[in-house]
């Protein structure tokens, strides 16, 4: 996919592109966020993973030196290997290296790239060392006043719900929760987009885990196993 290029027709959608502090995100999953509903997914051809900060942005810092930046760079390249396996439609980074994107180059690549399918990747943080655990956050219906229709809204729902089935086999890092969250847009109005915050980086045992290679590589196939879910690829998994 040409990022540099305007695309003629670029779907439209939403998505957050700032992480949000885990303490703020309390909820936790219900039956219905564990069991999605068996709607038929949407079509999708091109699934932006969107790895937070970069660069001189380092993000949140942990114990030992983990950095936000270099961890969620590491899930996003792995997510991307592990969906291309699976699935035949095209997968793309907002960065792939260890750079800084302003929100509007990082804006311009989401949209120019037509994506129709937005995960930003983030890892989350709290005012207590105590709090841990990944959380999920998705458009919620307050954003009816950017445009969104319930059946799109319902889209970005059902797909933090089947990224929550798969990221609570990895125990390393436990679930939190999902929560919808009203946050600024990074594509076009029907997109369904989510947005995940892996583990707690102020937390000592999620700095920890998200430290090991093999973690990382865990969460990875759990989120690839939920986007192949999500588009089509039924029985995917991690």
Known sequence: VDLLREADDVPEGAVPNSPIDAASAEATIGTDALEPAAAPASPVQVIVIDPGHGGFE????????????????????????????????????????????????????????????????HTGSSLSPKVRGTTLIYESASLHVHGRRTGELEEARRLAG?????????????????????????????????????????????????????????IAAAIAAGIARFVGAEGAAP
Not at 62 to 79: C, H, N, Q, Y
Not at 193 to 210: P, R, Y
């Open 58 to 121: 380092t993000g949140i810092e942990g114990d030992e030196s983990a950095l936000e930046k270099t961890i969620v760079l590491d899930i996003a390249k792995r997510t991307k290997a592990a969906l291309e396996a699976k699935i035949s439609q095209s997968v793309v980074l907002t960065r792939d290296e260890d750079i800084a994107l302003n929100e509007a180059q990082r804006t311009a690549l989401v949209q120019n790239s037509a994506a129709n399918l937005l995960i930003a990747i």
């Open 162 to 218: 089947l990224l929550a089935e798969s990221l609570k086999e990895v125990s390393a890092v436990p679930l939190r929760g999902i929560d919808g969250a009203e946050t600024r847009s990074m594509a076009h109005p029907g997109t369904p987009s989510v947005m995940i915050e892996i583990g707690c980086l102020t937390n000592s045992e999620d700095a920890a885990a998200l430290r090991d290679e093999s973690t990382r590589a865990a």
